[in-house]
């Protein structure tokens, strides 16, 4: 769980640090307990006349490979200084028309346990070939629970940035 003051120091800071030049206005950040993302959004190319959706499509994977290989050596040291300051992996993406490519990440190990009629629906999506495995069904579980709970969820967070907000206005705050 990120607070507001995480996000407002990491955004400021990327103000301070990332080249004007790379994206067009101010990129999207996620923050959690593991890892911070940063998507920043970039022109798409322009094409002349009526292209195909293959064409379009490639030339925007084009732009993405461009950005990932001119920017890569200051993206590892913007990267680094903002690990070291924040004890928090960074990844890094890009959107470019309504793609949108998240390029390092971080896939973290979650240990958890489940009981048997839990296990069995892991089971049955890696028997349907839904998933590879146990734990690619449980990612799948948990991405279709948040698609479908999106606006739960954000009541949730934003709950907890207010529970945050008056422990740290507590007693025991100065």
């Known amino acids: 769980m990120s ?14 640090r990332l080249p004007g030049e790379w994206f ?4 999207e950040l996620t923050i959690d307990r593991d890892e911070i993302l940063i998507v920043g959004r970039v022109a798409a190319p322009e094409q002349s006349g009526e292209v195909s959706a293959a064409e379009k499509s ?6 993405i490979k461009q950005f990932r ?18 004890r928090r992996k960074v990844a890094w993406g890009l959107e470019v028309g309504e793609t949108r490519k998240v390029f390092t990440s971080l896939s973290a190990p ?9 296990r069995q629906v892991l089971d049955t999506l890696v028997d349907a070939g839904v998933a590879r495995s146990r734990s690619d069904a449980l990612a799948w579980c948990v ?8 606006t739960w969820l954000a009541d949730l967070r934003e709950a907890l940035t207010k ?3 008056v422990r ?7």
């Open 168 to 174: 740290r206005s507590g007693p025991d705050s100065q």
């Open 143 to 150: 991405k279709l629970v948040a698609q479908h709970s999106d």
């Open 58 to 63: 490639a030339a925007v994977e084009g732009r």
């Open 24 to 27: 067009e206005g101010a990129p």
């Open 110 to 118: 979650v240990m958890t346990r489940l009981r048997q009629p839990e």
């Open 69 to 86: 290989e001119e920017t890569r050596e200051r993206r590892i040291e913007i990267a680094r200084e903002l690990e070291h300051a924040t």
């Open 3 to 16: 607070t507001e003051s995480d996000v407002a120091r990491v955004r400021g800071w990327l103000t301070g």
């Open 163 to 165: 529970v945050e907000d």
